[in-house]
Each structure stands twice: as C-alpha cells, then as structure tokens.
C-alpha cells in the first residue's frame, strides 16, 4: 500500500531508531565504566532509566553516575517519545483520517447522477476538468498515479485512485448513472481498454476517447467510443482555420467559452411529450413564440448534421436541436423541449 508520507515518515523513524540505539549503545557502556556493572546490569538500566519504568536501582550510584543517569533519561525518553509521537501521528493521518475520507468520498459518489468520468488527469484530462468546472457540471477523476491524485485533492475534486479499465474501479465511480466518460489516458491502448470495460456497464454511456495515433481511430470507435478526438488532427485544422477565418474561429470561442456573451450556440435534447414533441419549426414559432434560431435538427443516432433546418422540419422525442439566441431565449426553448 502506498502512503503520501511513507518516505519522510520512513526517514524520520528510521533516524530515531539509530539515535535510540546509539543511546542504548551509549548508555550501558556509560554505566559499565562510571559504574563498574557487569554488561546485562548496565543494560537493564538503561532500560529501566529510558521507559522510566520505576524498578529499584541494581546498586546505588555516584553522584558522577547520577548525572550519568539525568543525562540519560533527557536523551533517552525524548528520543522514545519522538518515535511513538511520529507512529501515532501517522497512524491517525494515514488510516484513520483516510478511511474517514474514504468514506466521505464513496457518499458523495453514490449521490452523483448523469455526471462524467474523466479517465485520466494529465494534460488532456486536466482541460477537460476545467471546462466541467467551468460549466458547472459535476465529474469525477479516474487516475493511478499520484500527482494526479494530489491535483484532485487540491482542487477538492471527486476522485478514485485505481485502474481506469477495471471493471471494480468503473463501478465504483458510479459508471451506471453515469451521463458521459472522457478516455483521456496517456496511451491508446489504455484508452481502448477503458471504452471497452465503460461499454459493456453501460451501453448508453457516451464516450469520448482521446487517440494519439490515426490508425488508432477505428479502433476505438469500434470500442464503442461516440467520439473520438486525435489532439494532432484537431490542433492542426484548428490552426489552419485561424488563419484562414479568424473571425468565425473567435466569433465561435466566444459562444463556447464565455458565459458573458449576449448570445448562446447550444445542443438540446427533445424530450418525450414535450411541447415541441411532434411538431414543426414554423409550429413551435407560432404555438410557443420560439425566438432562437434553429440551425439544424439532429435525428436519433446521427452523429452530425449540417442540413439547413427549414420551417418544415419535423422535430420528434430523441432529435437534438442545434440553436442559437439570446440567454432567455435558450433557457425559454430548453424548458419547451423538456418533459
């Protein structure tokens, strides 16, 4: 088991032992010498002055060989006291305090629904939580290693600290009620592995999964992966779009990324029996006023869509609606297209 404090404690253990046997070492010769005991005498002594257990003294001594003794009583308890000082405090640190985490954790993580896991806290993942943080969605971590973790902690972030493509770590993170999963690990073949464990606990999961290589693609979208993101490719097609259309680039990061802005680009969900449920575009403007302008209507299972969407377009249960408008006007169109 791994302790965050095991190599300082270790040290600090490890040197009082040293200092308490040199003491011991110290002690009984001291008391051989002033004293004339013969080597078991002195070492019991030693012992008896160090745990001031209080047994009667194997001779009387001189005044020389009570100094000796006060001398030895200061260095020696001190020293055993520093020792059971340091194991009690990591005891409490490491064990009770921890498990009481522990279970603060597992509490919170059983109350969480439709959240996301983020696999993975390097760079990639460590992005991705601060855009979650910044929508103020909920999330927890994934990672085995520990400076990930101790990110976490420091951020007060939800985290499991174990193997991201086990089944027991997935399922711990409640992976069932879970709304989406981030396979952010370093490697591809890693993030294969925890598409395929995610998949198969939840089927419905959507899945996002970071590949390195190209070839590595398909791969994870045949894992099951809904989306999978190749940091190279986006990177390069997204600097050649800033210099080809910088306007439109920072007129879109500025829809997505600032919450300030007069206007929204947004993903709604229609849900089953709403009030925008079966009906058309021009319907829902005339029925319900809809103000925001509807780019384009996603049907089930499609991944995009860049049809125009026109007054005729039919939106059902399942369609996503692609909008844009003022902050009224999206919020007034979300509670439309809710149940």
Not at 118 to 125: A, D, E, F, K
Request: proline share 1%; hydrophobic share 45%; charged share 25%.
């Amino acid at each position: 088991m791994r302790f965050k404090n095991l190599s300082s404690f270790s040290k600090r253990i490890v040197a009082s032992i040293i200092v308490l046997i040199f003491i011991y070492f110290l002690g009984s010769i001291g008391y051989m010498v002033i004293e004339n005991m013969a080597f078991l005498d002195a070492l019991f002594m030693t012992t008896i002055t160090i745990t001031t257990v209080g047994y009667g003294l194997v001779k009387e001594l001189s005044t020389t060989g009570t100094i000796f003794t006060i001398i030895l009583i200061i260095t020696g308890t001190g020293t055993a006291a520093f020792i059971i000082i340091n194991l009690a405090d990591f005891l409490l640190s490491e064990f009770l305090l921890g498990r009481i985490e522990k279970r603060r954790t597992r509490k919170m993580i059983s109350k969480l629904k439709n959240h996301y896991i983020i696999c993975g806290l390097g760079r990639v993942g460590l992005e991705i939580a601060h855009e979650l943080v910044n929508n103020k969605i909920d999330f927890i971590v994934v990672d085995n290693a520990e400076e990930p973790i101790e990110i976490a902690k420091r951020n007060n972030w939800l985290y499991i600290q174990g193997d991201a493509s086990n089944d027991e770590t997935l399922i711990e993170t409640g992976i069932k009620n879970a709304r989406g999963l981030f396979a952010a690990l370093d490697t591809d073949s890693e993030n294969v592995y925890v598409t395929l464990s995610a998949k198969s606990l939840n089927p419905s999961l959507f899945v996002v999964a970071r590949a390195t290589m190209h070839e590595t693609i398909s791969k994870l979208e045949k894992s099951g992966a809904d989306r999978v993101i190749s940091p190279q490719i986006i990177g390069g097609r997204r600097m050649a779009a800033m210099a080809l259309q910088p306007s439109i680039c920072d007129f879109l990061d500025t829809l997505m990324t600032t919450e300030e802005a007069e206007i929204r680009l947004v993903e709604i969900e229609i849900k089953p029996d709403s009030k925008i449920d079966n009906i058309t575009i021009s319907e829902a403007v005339k029925k319900h006023g809809v103000e925001s302008l509807i780019i384009s209507v996603i049907e089930k299972g499609e991944k995009i869509s860049v049809k125009k969407a026109s007054g005729d377009t039919h939106m059902r249960a399942g369609h996503k609606i692609i909008a844009i408008g003022t902050e009224d006007q999206i919020k007034y169109l979300t509670n439309l297209a809710s149940s």
